[in-house]
């Protein structure tokens, strides 16, 4: 091999590739991992003028709204729409067989070069696949026509004036029942409701020569029924038209896909839609991958109906029309475990039968965390006539309620700590720790023992020694039985995320960071100005960021995947420390002396072996001022660069030999009445090791937030089906039951810093752990507490008095 | 000038007690016998005095207060979260106490005084930075409704409790699960009240 210098495109490239190994800090915090620094979005949201796309209002905006199939499974037979285009203040009619939506499908990601398996791309998973259709696959699907119409209460009347012959079909409301052969068949043309996604045997190891290993042989079954994001802002977009262009406004997590996906869809070429993305109300994955299904649907009926009707078109959702989907862990769980009586687990064979679609298999964490070797899981999906599933904070679910469940049962069978039996399989890929000391050791991360330090933190909060007891066997003086759980896996290091921005400094020195961005809530911002800020050596008061424009060209990765912090924050870093080398490069003129010699702190500039040679930066751009009477413009080179930043793809993370080191552990203490079959939380202790902590109240909040969300789908959260008709029961918030403040005391969130992330500064994810890990740990302290398994979610007071034997 | 017909005549001039069939007919008698007068108001006119400016407007039966504030006046720190009264998130304060717009007719409002998550933050109460500084707020969507909340609750109660806060707050919903912050945000601003007070 030559050496040979690379061009300007390989030189981004290798830039911006994550290259593994410890990104240790060149400069001193100031504002990274500060307390107090004030948030970018506060005063918007907190004085209500923060502005969602739910808000916009153009001149001359219709309001659409499209038809919803009242059966589970049905097909139109007879559309007839004439009433309704003749009644007053209607629009325009989109119907199914209108031959600009006839046969187009929800795509999956990116102009068919996804990277998962065509079938799970996308609403792939559903047997009917159309935008608009004349067949629906679930009570609630949008089908035969979608209308547009003065005011939002116009549409709405509009819809009910069609007259609609349907021919009702049979459906399976249950996965299991689905994969019987009496079952009635979904898939046209196939003689089974199983999907075939590649990925139905995740097997390492022998698991039979591990169960003649083991002491004790472990058996149990588990089910999760469906929850689903029901994120505060409902879900909504406007498209525009003028001439050729498209002009669009969508509350989306990944509004850059959304463009790629029309572009495909209608022929729209990408520099003509515009986008923009304002604050997100919520998300959790429903506004996340645009080829989900009803969001895909929306943005693509908007867009004809706005094309149709010359008029911008606001399709936005109602509360009940959000209930269109569900999580992507709905399942049924078989284990069969092998330990010894020490605690060490040598097989894990288990098999997960999900419902339209299966997030992951179940056992990646087992592999992620583990020394276990022999591990084998079935992953079986079958379509049902329910909405389509999705990851939903986040596509992990399956992965760690299969670890809590195994770990607490194979601790209990053993009579075992379940802390200790956690340490005792404490490793990666199969290996034991010394794998993982060596990894750290190589590609210089600190060697601490991320796991032990979050045990010890957590059985010290939560006073493990004096509350742990067998199951069943505290009764509290109020008559309750007192119940406590643990639980631990990794925290996420999913890191597969890619972006770009470009920071630009101002003539008066003030900084822009230039890049969209589509926030969630997680105060991405602040964190991302606060880099910027040591990094380039300015104040974070000096700095602002525009992240609801898509048009500029730059976009940060979305907020999925836990990738914020961890693959934005590089981007930000790097852009950061270009624009500072050519702001001093500037300066050296300035100076008179080489860029070498000099620095900037406190976005002033000072010449480092005699720092009272020094320029406010405001002073050293000032150069390059516009001459205003002239041209309106830089008329001299502005101080402005780029950069990007990639930490990989999906599914890659660990065939790039990055094994996760952060740990986490979960502490819940309840109380079980057992007359009534109430569960009464008391205490929640989290430790998460989040490498490093950028901004510390964030964090916080992801971790108290994250708790409210697992206990409302622990105890509260599901969507309920009458077996009879195949309609969802429950669509609406009252119904649908959500953690209020009075419900659950205020959760113990501890974090650690370890620096043993793939971040920047070793930060790892927290956006998604607590909420996907505190579900799972309900069943381990229900158990504790009154001595019999309740494995089926969410966990009711119907399911107590049930296990207890009184109903 | 029309004399009156009948006892059911609805329309009756605000300058001279005349009484008329319709509308319509009282308007032409204001513009020839009243002229310099201001037109009165037709039928569904409700007067509100939203964050201290006085609107008139003419609404629908059905309209809702929130269509009114959020629709027709601009204003954003009324969300549209639950679309039934369950979350709180539309909440403004009418006379002094926090309602749900969503489910409150605009018509029933006429003459009501109104205050929304704006017209707390323009009147610099300090709720809003102390909700900023302990980061009561995650997505933001359904902070303005916790503002109002919180604000009717220290207007009728300066020195609230920690369960005061938490029963005044127990309606409104926030999905990013941002509750353990609220009462600290509370507790704060009412010191600060409280301080300012005793100045």
């Known amino acids: 091999m030559t050496d040979k210098k690379l061009g300007p495109y390989q030189t981004i490239k290798s830039e911006g590739t994550y290259k593994i190994g410890l990104d240790k800090p060149t400069i001193d915090f100031k504002a990274i991992g500060k307390r107090g620094v004030r948030r970018y979005d506060g005063y918007d949201k907190a004085s209500g003028k923060a502005v969602y796309t739910r808000d916009v209002n153009l001149p001359g905006m219709l309001f659409a709204k499209a038809l919803a199939s009242p059966y589970p499974r049905a097909k139109i037979v007879r559309l007839d729409t004439a009433k309704a285009e003749a009644y007053p203040g209607v629009r325009g009619i989109l119907r199914f067989d209108d031959p600009e939506i006839w046969g187009m499908e929800?795509?999956?990601?990116?102009?068919?070069?996804?990277?998962?398996?065509?079938?799970?791309?996308?609403?792939?998973?559903?047997?009917?696949?159309?935008?608009?259709?004349?067949?629906?696959?679930?009570?609630?699907?949008?089908?035969?026509?979608?209308?547009?119409?003065?005011?939002?209460?116009?549409?709405?009347?509009?819809?009910?004036?069609?007259?609609?012959?349907?021919?009702?079909?049979?459906?399976?409301?249950?996965?299991?029942?689905?994969?019987?052969?009496?079952?009635?068949?979904?898939?046209?043309?196939?003689?089974?409701?199983?999907?075939?996604?590649?990925?139905?045997?995740?097997?390492?190891?022998?698991?039979?020569?591990?169960?003649?290993?083991?002491?004790?042989?472990?058996?149990?079954?588990?089910?999760?029924?469906?929850?689903?994001?029901?994120?505060?802002?409902?879900?909504?977009?406007?498209?525009?038209?003028?001439?050729?262009?498209?002009?669009?406004?969508?509350?989306?997590?990944?509004?850059?896909?959304?463009?790629?996906?029309?572009?495909?869809?209608?022929?729209?070429?990408?520099?003509?839609?515009?986008?923009?993305?304002?604050?997100?109300?919520?998300?959790?994955?429903?506004?996340?991958?645009?080829?989900?299904?009803?969001?895909?649907?929306?943005?693509?009926?908007?867009?004809?109906?706005?094309?149709?009707?010359?008029?911008?078109?606001?399709?936005?959702?109602?509360?009940?029309?959000?209930?269109?989907?569900?999580?992507?862990?709905?399942?049924?769980?078989?284990?069969?475990?092998?330990?010894?009586?020490?605690?060490?687990?040598?097989?894990?064979?288990?098999?997960?039968?999900?419902?339209?679609?299966?997030?992951?298999?179940?056992?990646?964490?087992?592999?992620?965390?583990?020394?276990?070797?022999?591990?084998?899981?079935?992953?079986?999906?079958?379509?049902?006539?329910?909405?389509?599933?999705?990851?939903?904070?986040?596509?992990?679910?399956?992965?760690?309620?299969?670890?809590?469940?195994?770990?607490?049962?194979?601790?209990?069978?053993?009579?075992?700590?379940?802390?200790?039996?956690?340490?005792?399989?404490?490793?990666?890929?199969?290996?034991?720790?010394?794998?993982?000391?060596?990894?750290?050791?190589?590609?210089?991360?600190?060697?601490?023992?991320?796991?032990?330090?979050?045990?010890?933190?957590?059985?010290?909060?939560?006073?493990?020694?004096?509350?742990?007891?067998?199951?069943?066997?505290?009764?509290?003086?109020?008559?309750?039985?007192?119940?406590?759980?643990?639980?631990?896996?990794?925290?996420?290091?999913?890191?597969?995320?890619?972006?770009?921005?470009?920071?630009?400094?101002?003539?008066?020195?003030?900084?822009?960071?230039?890049?969209?961005?589509?926030?969630?809530?997680?105060?991405?911002?602040?964190?991302?100005m606060q880099i910027v800020a040591d990094e380039l050596g300015v104040r974070y008061e000096d700095i602002e960021i525009n992240p609801f424009d898509l048009n500029v060209g730059f976009a940060l990765m979305s907020p999925d995947g836990s990738c914020n912090m961890v693959s934005n924050g590089f981007v930000v870093k790097k852009a950061a420390r270009k624009a500072r080398t050519m702001l001093l490069d500037l300066a050296s003129e300035k100076f008179n002396l080489p860029a070498e010699e000099l620095d900037v702190k406190d976005s002033v500039i000072f010449e480092k072996a005699h720092p009272e040679n020094r320029m406010p930066i405001r002073d050293v751009v000032r150069v390059a001022l516009p001459m205003l009477n002239a041209v309106a413009i830089w008329t001299e080179p502005p101080v402005f660069d780029w950069a990007w930043h990639t930490h990989g793809l999906w599914g890659m993370a660990l065939e790039t030999g990055r094994p996760r080191m952060c740990r986490q552990v979960n502490f819940l203490e309840i109380e079980v009445d057992t007359d009534t079959g109430e569960i009464f939380i008391t205490n929640v202790v989290n430790v998460n090791d989040v490498g490093k902590a950028i901004s510390p109240e964030s964090v916080e909040g992801q971790m108290y937030g994250g708790t409210y969300m697992g206990l409302g789908r622990a105890l509260t959260e599901e969507m309920v089906w009458d077996p009879k008709t195949g309609v969802l029961l429950n669509r609406n918030l009252l119904d649908y039951k959500y953690a209020t403040m009075l419900d659950y005391p205020e959760p113990e969130c501890l974090y650690l810093e370890t620096g043993l992330g793939h971040g920047p500064y070793g930060a790892t994810g927290i956006g998604e752990n607590t909420a996907t890990m505190i579900p799972g740990l309900l069943g381990p302290a229900v158990y504790n507490a009154i001595g019999v398994r309740v494995d089926d979610f969410p966990i009711t007071p119907d399911k107590v008095l049930k296990a207890l034997g009184k109903i | 000038m029309k004399v009156p017909t009948n006892e059911t005549s609805k329309s009756v001039c605000p300058y001279c007690s005349g009484a008329f069939d319709s509308f319509e007919e009282l308007k032409l008698h204001v513009l020839v016998e009243h002229q310099g007068e201001p037109l009165p108001k037709p039928p569904g006119t409700v007067t509100l005095t939203v964050n201290d400016r006085n609107h008139e407007l003419q609404v629908e039966p059905e309209t809702t207060l929130y269509q009114v504030i959020h629709d027709r006046l601009g204003l954003t720190g009324v969300k549209m979260f639950c679309d039934r009264g369950v979350c709180g998130s539309c909440a403004v304060i009418m006379d002094g106490r926090p309602i749900l717009s969503c489910m409150t007719l605009a018509s029933e409002c006429d003459g009501a005084g109104i205050e929304t998550a704006e017209g707390v933050a323009d009147a610099g109460h300090p709720l809003v930075e102390s909700y900023i500084k302990h980061h009561a707020m995650q997505c933001g969507y359904c902070t303005p409704g916790f503002i109002t909340t919180a604000k009717a609750l220290l207007d009728r109660n300066p020195d609230p409790t920690v369960e005061d806060v938490r029963e005044a707050l127990g309606g409104n919903l926030c999905r990013c699960g941002t509750y353990p912050q609220h009462p600290k945000a509370v507790l704060e601003a009412a010191q600060i009240l409280k301080e300012e007070r005793s100045k």
Not at chain 1, 129 to 139: G, P, Q, T
Not at chain 1, 327 to 346: L, Q
Not at chain 1, 447 to 472: F, M, Q, Y
Request: hydrophobic residues 35%; negative net charge; proline residues 5%.
């Open chain 1, 106 to 528: 929800l795509t999956g990601s990116v102009a068919g070069t996804t990277r998962m398996a065509p079938e799970s791309a996308g609403w792939a998973m559903l047997p009917e696949k159309r935008i608009l259709s004349d067949e629906a696959v679930f009570e609630g699907q949008m089908v035969g026509a979608a209308v547009c119409a003065d005011t939002e209460q116009i549409a709405s009347d509009a819809l009910k004036l069609m007259d609609i012959q349907w021919e009702q079909k049979p459906f399976v409301l249950d996965q299991e029942e689905a994969l019987t052969p009496e079952a009635p068949k979904l898939i046209p043309g196939s003689d089974s409701n199983q999907i075939i996604d590649g990925r139905e045997l995740n097997q390492h190891g022998d698991v039979q020569k591990g169960f003649q290993e083991a002491d004790t042989i472990i058996e149990f079954s588990a089910r999760r029924d469906a929850h689903l994001w029901a994120g505060a802002e409902l879900p909504c977009v406007i498209a525009k038209w003028s001439g050729d262009k498209l002009e669009m406004w969508v509350h989306e997590q990944q509004p850059y896909l959304n463009k790629s996906i029309l572009a495909e869809q209608l022929s729209i070429p990408m520099n003509k839609i515009h986008t923009y993305s304002l604050y997100q109300g919520c998300s959790f994955g429903e506004r996340c991958n645009p080829s989900n299904w009803h969001q895909n649907g929306i943005n693509v009926m908007a867009v004809l109906l706005a094309r149709k009707t010359q008029r911008p078109v606001k399709l936005m959702l109602n509360r009940a029309e959000t209930f269109y989907g569900e999580s992507g862990d709905v399942m049924t769980s078989y284990f069969k475990i092998g330990a010894k009586k020490d605690g060490t687990i040598t097989a894990v064979e288990m098999k997960n039968i999900f419902a339209n679609y299966m997030c992951t298999t179940g056992v990646e964490h087992l592999v992620d965390n583990t020394r276990i070797k022999n591990l084998r899981c079935e992953g079986i999906t079958a379509h049902v006539n329910k909405p389509p599933a999705w990851w939903c904070r986040c596509e992990q679910l399956p992965n760690v309620f299969c670890q809590t469940m195994i770990f607490d049962h194979v601790a209990d069978a053993l009579g075992l700590d379940p802390t200790e039996v956690a340490l005792i399989n404490d490793g990666c890929e199969g290996h034991d720790k010394s794998f993982l000391v060596e990894f750290k050791r190589k590609n210089g991360f600190p060697e601490r023992d991320s796991l032990v330090e979050c045990v010890e933190t957590g059985r010290k909060a939560i006073k493990w020694e004096e509350n742990w007891h067998p199951p069943g066997t505290k009764k509290l003086p109020n008559g309750r039985m007192h119940g406590i759980a643990f639980t631990w896996s990794h925290d996420w290091d999913d890191t597969r995320g890619t972006g770009s921005a470009a920071v630009m400094i101002q003539n008066d020195g003030s900084v822009s960071i230039i890049a969209q961005h589509s926030d969630v809530g997680v105060n991405p911002w602040t964190a991302y």
